[in-house]
């Protein structure tokens, strides 16, 4: 028994996280005015792309194959380690988070060497430029997870936003909110949304993700859509935990009302695109350094508590 | 022990005898790289045994030199340094065969088969010598060999300068060296290392500093590192394997037993170390993601991790300063691992930077490009040894990273500058992480992916099987030893007990078990995942045949090579926002008119430190010498006087 509901929430992660996407586009569309995609359209496209044949270059070697399974691979074992609605996750140990932040690191090590496998100017582009940003997003995240750990005395991701109580929020209001803005800003910058870069374009010379993967095609793209997804409601789903303190509530009702601040969260990314333009790159990292500020300051705040 | 001496001797023998078959190259190859060979075959098994007993062996011999004797001692520390070592030279000697048979007959391979030897030796004399006179004998013999290794190639001019330089700062470590170890046996009969009584207060902080720098000089740690960056690309490439992965360690080694005769620990000693690696890690990832040329790259890389291993060490002994022996001795845990760690994927990421100058005969990584294709069998080992550096899992990078980042966050709990230690550890190796990343990215996908950028890349071919045969050992061995887990902490508790004391160790071992068991579990199961994914996509495309064209450039049709990104594209956003530490020298292109015509571009990476520090204080020394040179004017006959008279004036000294 003890096993089986990890494993359920596992793959109740695998099979919902195509909807966040989805969640996003629609808020999209709402604020322009437009009916939108479905919100089910990335399992369309998944369960399309699935089937089609793929379409190799020439320039390329088992590297640019390689790259999406390694990615989808890398972010599969990182969820592994992801609470969900604050249960512990499949595998629980201190210093997860670390894991965690080193199979992220994984699966961009792996898209950019097969972006640049392509020999193509706009994916070497796209690839430097996701590197750049990690290199400014790393730190921050790192420094929001040792606020967290100092907070909550706890040196796992389970351990961390199992112990996170309404009382937290009482006691440390401020240095929370710091690192639920952190993460968000994070998480624009690592799912590659406004205003770090723009999912929706990738013909100008802003883009930065969706240029590395422009030569997948078929089940690699399939692969990379929902490593995406899941890249996704991973920075979702650690925000959502964050502002959701654990109580002693119902189970399923505890577990319906994460998956809603999820979409919440999601909502919010949408909201952010719709109302902000997309910044000048050069001006990223500073949004990036203003991520790492928040997580400092929380940091600062909580060790002087 | 007294294998670890047969060793010692099968490699001084075959030193001999590689320089006695000099005239026939190929049998000159057979001796010495057959006697490095056996040597570590016969070195691992004390060394193995001596970390799984945690015994230690000593072995004494008399000796003439007054102060000295032939005083062996082998224990777990030591033996944990030699695991690596006879790991990486025999391996190295291995890949040396099919690498130097280029240069047959143009090069005297005699003589670098009895210098490679001879490091060897040198490095086993220097880790398991009881006795600081035989130390610093093993100590200079190191320095010599590898300086004419460093010189293999002496027709080029940088080479030259490359060495001399080198020589520069063997010699001054040497001498700190020398200074340090007269302090630590100044009121002892002999300088036998278990001989040293505990010195007062300052002559123990000046002890620290000198075997600081001196040591220092030899880790290569910024601001003393500006050696390393010329001489390690300058040397064949399977001697750069090991003077970057165990050579450099050497420094790390002498610090730990010197940090180990002058307890107690000051509590600054701990934050110099920490601040001092901190640095290097950083400005090492960040100079290396600067540099255009591949044995640079990694030189640079292996200041970094030797910041790595630094700044651990300092953590734990800013933690054993406050009394948290968990911290501390996680940090120290995981210095010694990244040793091994760093020895492994340095000394495979060297032999396939050496593939590829043997295959395309450059490194400069705008020259290459495609390689992957035309070294099929190198490129995934490379790649594999990238992944390694940058610490990703399922490698062993990670593991070692892991240990000192679990101290790290131990730290946050525990009362005073622990924490700060903990915290400022912690977010110089996540930084440091993520700029390695992008250099080695950068390194691997620009020189083995995309296609080639010269002929001399597109007519590029495969290395030779025994070179295979060295690399993929290693490859496997970073994929072993980062799945081992739990089981890395059977050499580590008895290398840590011996190195820092028993305490350390077993806090060590009952806070990291756990840990690292999830840790190898994790690994396998991204390893089960990537399978699961990749079967997935042969599914897929099962009974489907794939179409081939050429790259999507956005609808253009006729994409180059050259309008790849190059190297120095790739890094150019990281580069200039750093521009006030890297100092890059380059030239932009202006475009003045609507229709421009040619157009040139350059970007050059600077030696900051050699240039801004060491040339000005190199010439004021010069010109301070200039003053005194009268005193050295050639005349033998007045030499021998001035050393008849600092005889006669020490004489009467001690009357």
Same mark, same amino acid.
């Given at each position: 028994m003890e096993v089986i509901k990890p494993v359920s929430q596992y793959l109740a992660v695998l099979l919902l996280s195509p909807l966040l996407p989805g969640v996003i586009n629609r808020v999209k569309a709402m604020f322009a005015g437009r009916r939108g995609r479905p919100l089910a359209q990335l399992y369309f496209d998944l369960y399309r792309l699935f089937r089609k044949t793929p379409v190799y270059s020439r320039?390329?070697?088992?590297v640019f194959k390689a790259g999406p399974v390694v990615g989808l691979g890398a972010l599969l074992a990182a969820l592994a380690v992801l609470p969900f609605a604050g249960r512990p996750a499949l595998l629980a140990f201190e210093g997860d988070f670390i894991f965690l932040i080193y199979l992220l690191g994984l699966a961009r090590f792996a898209a950019v060497l097969a972006a640049l496998d392509t020999g193509s100017a706009f994916e070497g582009m796209g690839a430097s430029r996701e590197m750049q940003f990690a290199v400014f997003a790393e730190p921050a995240f790192f420094l929001g997870f040792a606020a967290l750990a100092h907070i909550t005395g706890q040196g796992s991701l389970s351990g961390m936003f199992g112990s996170l109580t309404g009382d937290l929020w009482r006691t440390a209001a401020p240095v929370l909110a710091l690192l639920t803005a952190s993460f968000f800003i994070v998480l624009l910058a690592e799912n590659s949304r406004?205003?770090?870069?723009?999912?929706?374009? @990738?013909?100008?010379?802003?883009?930065?993700h969706e240029a590395m993967v422009l030569d997948h095609s078929g089940p690699e793209l399939a692969f990379i859509l929902f490593g995406a997804a899941l890249k996704l409601w991973l920075f979702g789903s650690l925000i959502a935990c964050m502002v959701l303190p654990r109580h002693g509530g119902l189970g399923a009702f505890n577990t319906a009302l994460f998956i809603l601040v999820l979409f919440g969260v999601a909502a919010a990314v949408g909201v952010t695109e719709s109302i902000t333009a997309r910044l000048r790159l050069t001006k990223v990292p500073y949004m990036l350094i203003t991520a790492f500020t928040f997580s400092a300051l929380a940091l600062i705040f909580q060790m002087g508590r | 022990m007294l294998l670890a001496l047969f060793s010692l001797l099968i490699l001084l023998f075959s030193s001999v005898l590689a320089l006695c078959l000099r005239r026939d190259p190929s049998r000159s190859q057979d001796a010495g790289a057959y006697g490095a060979a056996a040597a570590s075959a016969a070195g691992l098994i004390p060394a193995v045994r001596v970390l799984l007993t945690g015994v230690t062996e000593t072995v004494s011999f008399p000796w003439q030199?007054?102060?000295?004797?032939?005083t062996f001692t082998l224990d777990p520390l030591a033996a944990f340094f030699l695991i690596p070592l006879y790991l990486l030279t025999g391996l190295s000697a291995v890949y040396g065969v099919d690498y130097l048979k280029s240069y047959s007959g143009k090069k005297p391979l005699g003589l670098a088969w009895a210098a490679f030897n001879l490091l060897t030796a040198a490095m086993v004399l220097v880790f398991t010598a009881g006795n600081a006179v035989l130390f610093m004998v093993g100590w200079e013999l190191m320095a010599a060999a590898s300086f004419l290794l460093v010189l293999f190639? @002496?027709?080029k001019q940088q080479v030259r300068r490359a060495a001399f330089i080198y020589l520069a700062a063997c010699g001054t470590g040497a001498l700190l060296l020398l200074a340090a170890f007269s302090l630590l046996g100044a009121?002892?009969?002999?300088?036998d290392f278990s001989s040293f009584p505990p010195p007062g207060r300052a002559a123990a902080t000046a002890v620290f500093l000198l075997a600081l720098c001196g040591f220092g000089l030899k880790a #290569?740690?910024?601001?003393? @590192?500006?050696w390393l960056p010329e001489a390690h690309p300058a040397a064949p490439s399977q001697v750069s394997a090991v003077m970057s992965g165990i050579m450099i360690k050497t420094g790390i080694y002498g610090l730990i037993r010197v940090l180990g005769f002058i307890r107690?620990?000051?509590?600054?000693w701990g934050w110099a170390l920490l601040l001092l690696g901190a640095v290097s890690c950083l400005l090492g990832a960040l100079f290396a993601l600067a540099q255009h040329e591949l044995k640079r790259v990694l030189a640079y890389s292996s200041i970094e991790n030797i910041g790595i291993i630094l700044m651990a060490l300092g953590l734990g002994m800013v933690g054993a300063a406050s009394g948290a022996y968990t911290l501390a001795g996680l940090a120290f845990a995981g210095a010694l691992l990244h040793v091994l760690n760093h020895a492994l994927f340095k000394g495979l990421l060297f032999m396939g930077a050496g593939a590829v100058l043997h295959a395309a005969?450059?490194?400069?990584l705008e020259a290459l490009g495609g390689l992957a294709k035309r070294l099929p069998r190198t490129a995934p080992l490379f790649l594999a040894g990238s992944a390694a550096a940058c610490a990703? =899992?399922?490698?062993? #990078?990670f593991a070692g990273e892991f240990l000192i980042y679990l101290g790290a966050f131990r730290s946050?709990?525990? =009362?005073?500058s622990a924490a700060l230690a903990g915290v400022l550890s912690g977010l110089a190796l996540a930084s440091a992480g993520a700029l390695a990343a992008a250099a080695f990215a950068r390194a691997g996908g620009v020189a083995f992916? #995309?296609?080639?950028?010269?002929e001399r890349a597109a007519g590029a071919h495969e290395a030779g099987g025994l070179m295979l045969f060295s690399m993929r050992a290693l490859a496997l061995l970073c994929l072993l030893a980062g799945l081992a887990g739990p089981l890395l902490l059977v050499p580590l508790a008895p290398a840590v007990a011996a190195g820092f004391g028993f305490p350390f160790a077993s806090a060590a071992a009952e806070a990291a078990a756990v840990p690292l068991l999830y840790v190898s579990i994790g690994g396998l199961l991204l390893l089960a995942l990537a399978a699961l994914a990749a079967a997935k996509r042969r599914a897929c495309l099962a009974g489907k045949v794939p179409a081939e064209g050429p790259?999507?450039?956005?609808? !253009?049709?006729a994409p180059s090579p050259r309008m790849q990104y190059g190297a120095s594209s790739f890094s150019q956003p990281l580069t200039d926002f750093f521009q006030p530490v890297l100092r890059k020298l380059g030239q932009y292109p202006v475009i003045p008119? !609507?229709? =421009?015509g040619r157009a040139s571009f350059s970007a050059e990476a600077q030696a900051v430190f050699y240039n801004a520090v060491y040339m000005p204080a190199a010439a004021r020394l010069r010109d301070i010498a200039y003053r005194f040179s009268?005193?050295? @004017?050639?005349?033998l006959q007045l030499y021998i006087m001035y050393i008849v008279v600092t005889l006669l004036g020490l004489l009467l000294w001690k009357l």
């Open positions: 320039t390329t070697t088992w406004v205003p770090a870069d723009d999912p929706d374009t @990738h013909l100008e010379l802003t883009m930065i | 030199v007054p102060l000295g004797s032939l190639e @002496h027709e009121h002892s009969a002999t300088l #290569g740690f910024i601001p003393l @590192h500006v107690p620990w000051e509590d600054w005969g450059t490194a400069e990703l =899992p399922p490698f062993n #990078g946050l709990n525990s =009362p005073g992916l #995309g296609e080639p950028r010269t790259t999507w450039d956005c609808g !253009y049709a008119e !609507y229709f =421009p009268w005193i050295q @004017h050639g005349r």
